[in-house]
């Protein structure tokens, strides 16, 4: 088990309460916090590596992946070709997040889970002058 799967459980649950709860709530949103600082360094530099993308964490197999658009357009090819339709709006969804997404603010980090979908823009925080770097090369 990772340890995000780890935090998101212990978030969850917890057994203690007033002054301990609150301090282990504390705790745990610091983690979470570092945790979220590691995800925006990994999805900005696949940025920086492929071009426009999204971090890709899925949590019904515990992987996590950087899908440049590249990787994705090639993916909508081939569910096209298996008639795949909840991969296809999956997929063309993602595509939507990366073409409107302000890259000189924002990295977009995408959650896979058993209640669904759904993609973030995440504010890079003191890596926005990396991305303002990239956002221009995107726009010429």
């Keep these: 088990m ?10 969850i649950k917890s057994d203690k309460f007033g002054t301990e709860k609150e301090n282990e709530q504390k ?5 979470a916090e570092l945790i979220l600082s590691d995800l925006i360094d990994i999805a900005l530099r696949g940025v920086e590596a492929q071009g426009a993308g999204s971090l890709v964490i899925n949590l ?6 950087f899908m440049s658009g590249t990787s994705i357009e090639f993916d909508i090819h081939v569910a096209e070709r ?4 909840d ?5 063309r969804d993602l595509m939507s ?13 995408t959650l896979i889970s058993d209640a669904g979908t759904r993609t ?3 504010e890079a925080g003191r890596s926005q002058e990396s991305l303002r770097a990239i956002a221009e090369e995107f726009s010429g």
């Design 2 to 11: 990772s340890r995000r799967n780890d935090l998101i459980k212990q978030l």
């Design 27 to 31: 705790f745990l949103l610091a983690t």
């Design 60 to 65: 019904l197999n515990d992987s996590t992946t």
């Design 82 to 85: 298996e008639e795949d339709a």
């Design 87 to 91: 991969v296809l709006t999956f997929l």
């Design 97 to 109: 997040s990366i073409d409107e997404n302000d890259w000189s603010k924002n990295v977009l980090i």
């Design 120 to 122: 973030f823009e995440v």
